[in-house]
């Protein structure tokens, strides 16, 4: 690394100026050992690592990204924390390693076919685009169901009366009524039903066996693939970054997205328009779902390839004190992962690890370092694992420290571990995850026009979830007092970047537990490779670990714990105007009427739901008659880390080999491989062979009904959000259907065989 010794004189300096202006009652001596750990210097020396050249931009399956896990592993082993996960043979270790399905989506050769009048109208991308792990061939009816939600303690269900078992919906992205600051989906912020996910989830609940989705088509914000084409960088790579899918993951089916004029086609049987469709469910909230007449599609999905591989979480735990509360579990989380490496396209440059231009060259390779994004988080986690170990005295409740895998792929470490839980998520009262909290946020492509960017961000953090616990934000708002951040939560009132879903809290705040992501905003480096090290505020990093560290104090010792709110209510209306008397002339004009009341939505009682009874248990994964655990003794502390501290990326060989898997392009009736338009923003393979046949990867769904066949689903558990376990049990009548439950797998994993030891001294040394 190329670090001018000024430069680490200056961070010292600062770091010794953060700590004595936070000498305050706002410290407990009890606390305060390990909040005098958190300093600047380490954080850059552990950023400088993670980002650097040798970790080749942490891809996940790559050799970076493992290097990275066995680091991350190292210093949770080093600070003393337990390890908690079980390899195959029964050996504890710090990984939770799960498989995972990487595959690249063959966009030319994919397409989806509308027969109608036994004509058939087909579509390629980019006009209907979907990626599966597997090749899917699928024919069935078409149903409309509205936003796909249902939503009972809101009383909206687009699926009642809907028969959708063995067909394919056609859904609305996004959810009713988005601009309207008092509709009970969080006024003009999106609750937990906007997701695609929840939304696929929940058809296949209902026994859809495929769902389309259609931007809102009376949306005033960019769709989704438009917000991501703006970001370039990463997406817009000559080698598309691959797509990956956890490899046993509860969600069966496959989705496609289409454009407005596919949808309108889709929907040409009946006698309105897709605009009016949705004006007339935002209008009073009534679902407009109902069978499409005539109307089969057939969705023919390819893979140029597709292989497997295995990628690991990496958490430590810190047990608690108090013989009861210690069953309890606070989270505190980052992801390790980010975009990789690529060789530099023809006559372009690259840029190294402090920002320095590499000359475009046969050598010359681009590296998505992911500084910030997310070095930054990491270097987060693993500062408070060292803080709360190091301080000597600890909190009452249990504290897991986890970096998670996969989440530039779809968040697949944390949906893994949510529905894999090493510890009972019933007991989790609150979870910090950091992701991107290194930089000032800035205007980039990505926002411009989207949301409003303070002026000066030097000092700012976003909290994100804090609809859902306003009680955790009280927490954090009276620990900030002598840390002096500037908190902000306008991405709770977006709709249109869609924030709410994009890391790593997401898959826990839908088992209903108050989880925030603490984020200092985009900026024009998000993922590009000038994403360094050197561009970040370590200064401003410490002083959110520190006011993080506190927080996690707080849930983790104090009496109540945040209570989550599942159905968050929409922000008051504004006061009314005062009344102007009709005979009273405006200042410049003529007279005016009373200003009408401000229309609110009618009342909508929440459906109560019991709550889950879980008894305290000092560790969930032992049996009930296991001797206590003894205290692990402590290494000395890892401080600020080097590369010297780390494995060699390039010699890695602990996960099994990634070997791709060809699968061949379909040709036409013909025997000619299929032409069509591609989307331009998506780069496209050199060359396509024209003469193998494809074969499909059966996805588990049936044949079409008219072929004869008989449709064949697996059976699929009923799935719902969490209920809410603050609330009494009131009795309701269930809903037609059972809500889906995301999770709820019982503790475990299939852990590889050849992990560090927890007791190797050297656990972040490579195998040899």
């Not at 990093?541 to 993080?548: F, G, P, R, S, V």
């Not at 046949?693 to 059966?698: F, G, K, N």
């Amino acid at each position: 690394m190329r670090t001018s010794k000024s430069f680490l004189v200056a961070l010292a300096m600062a770091s010794a100026c953060i700590g004595m202006s936070a000498q305050s009652p706002n410290v407990p001596a009890d606390e305060r050992k390990g909040f005098d750990t958190l300093n600047a210097a380490a954080l850059h020396a552990d950023v400088s690592f993670l980002a650097s050249d040798k970790l080749e931009g942490r891809m996940s399956l790559q050799a970076g990204d493992e290097a990275a896990e066995r680091w991350i592993a190292g210093q949770f082993g080093k600070a003393g924390l337990d390890p908690i996960a079980t390899k195959a043979n029964g050996m504890p270790t710090y990984e939770q390693s799960f498989g995972i399905i990487e595959y690249q989506p063959d966009r030319v050769n994919s397409s989806v076919t509308l027969t109608r009048n036994g004509a058939p109208t087909v579509w390629h991308a980019p006009q209907a685009f979907g990626a599966y792990k597997h090749a899917v061939n699928l024919t069935a009816p078409v149903v409309f169901a509205g936003y796909g939600i249902t939503a009972p303690e809101l009383n909206y269900d687009d699926y009642k009366d809907l028969n959708v078992e063995g067909k394919i919906v056609l859904i609305f992205d996004h959810e009713p009524q988005e601009d309207d600051p008092q509709s009970i989906f969080n006024g003009t912020g999106n609750t937990r039903y906007a997701t695609g996910r929840v939304k696929l989830l929940n058809a296949q609940a209902h026994g859809a066996v495929a769902v389309v989705i259609v931007p809102e088509p009376n949306r005033k914000h960019l769709t989704n693939a438009e917000r991501a084409a703006r970001i370039g960088g990463s997406v817009t790579r000559e080698t598309p970054l691959p797509s990956q899918a956890i490899e046993d993951d509860e969600l069966k089916i496959p989705s496609v997205t289409v454009q407005d004029a596919v949808a309108k086609e889709i929907l040409g049987t009946l006698k309105t328009t897709p605009g009016d469709l949705q004006a007339k469910i935002d209008a009073d909230l009534t679902p407009q779902s109902l069978v499409l007449p005539d109307t089969t599609l057939t969705l023919h999905l390819r893979n140029l390839s597709e292989s497997t591989g295995r990628t690991s979480n990496v958490l430590g735990l810190l047990r608690g004190t108090d013989p009861t509360l210690k069953a309890e579990t606070i989270l505190i989380s980052a992801h390790h992962d980010h975009d990789g490496m690529a060789a530099c396209p023809e006559g372009q440059d690259g840029v190294d690890q402090d920002g320095q231009a590499i000359p475009a060259g046969a050598k010359c390779v681009q590296t998505w370092h992911g500084a910030d994004d997310n070095a930054s988080g990491t270097a987060g986690v693993v500062a408070l694992a060292r803080a709360f170990t190091e301080n000597g005295a600890r909190p009452r409740r249990s504290v897991l420290f986890v970096v998670f895998a996969a989440e530039e792929r779809g968040l697949l470490g944390s949906y893994y571990m949510a529905a894999h839980p090493l510890r009972p998520l019933a007991t989790t009262r609150a979870m910090i995850n950091f992701d991107m909290i290194g930089r000032d946020e800035k205007p980039s492509k990505q926002t411009d026009g989207l949301i409003d960017i303070p002026a000066d961000t030097g000092n700012r953090l976003n909290l994100i979830g804090a609809l859902y616990s306003p009680e955790y934000k009280k927490v954090v708002v009276e620990s900030n007092n002598g840390i002096g951040l500037t908190l902000d939560d306008r991405f709770d009132h977006d709709a249109v970047l869609n924030v709410l879903f994009r890391s790593d809290q997401f898959p826990f705040l839908l088992h209903n537990i108050p989880a925030f992501w603490w984020f200092t905003g985009f900026h024009p480096d998000y993922h590009h490779i000038t994403d360094t090290a050197e561009k970040l505020d370590y200064p401003k990093m410490t002083k959110i670990l520190q006011l993080a560290y506190l927080t996690a104090w707080r849930f983790a010792n104090d009496d109540a714990v945040p209570k989550f709110i599942p159905n968050p209510e929409p922000p008051p209306p504004p006061p009314p105007a005062p009344p102007v008397a009709a005979e009273t002339p405006a200042a410049d004009g003529p007279a005016v009427s009373p200003a009408p009341a401000p229309r609110r939505r009618r009342p909508i009682a929440p459906v109560l739901i019991a709550p889950t009874t879980v008894a305290p248990d000092a560790d969930a994964n032992a049996p009930a008659t296991a001797a206590p655990v003894a205290e692990p003794v402590k290494n000395a502390p890892a401080g600020s880390s080097s590369t010297t501290d780390a494995p060699d990326a390039a010699t890695s060989s602990r996960h099994r080999p990634v070997t791709p898997v060809l699968i061949k392009p379909t040709t036409g009736e013909a025997g000619e491989v299929n032409t069509v338009p591609v989307d331009p923003m998506a780069p496209q393979p050199a060359t396509t062979p024209a003469s193998a046949t494809a074969t499909p990867v059966s996805t588990g769904t049936g044949t079409t009904p008219d072929s004869g066949g008989s449709q064949v689903r697996p059976p699929v558990a009923p799935v719902t959000l969490a209920p809410d376990a603050t609330k009494s049990g009131a009795k309701v009548a269930p809903p037609p259907v059972t809500p889906v439950k995301l999770g709820g797998k019982q503790p475990g994993q299939d852990e590889y065989d050849d992990d560090p030891k927890p007791d190797d001294p050297k656990p972040d040394a490579p195998k040899q």
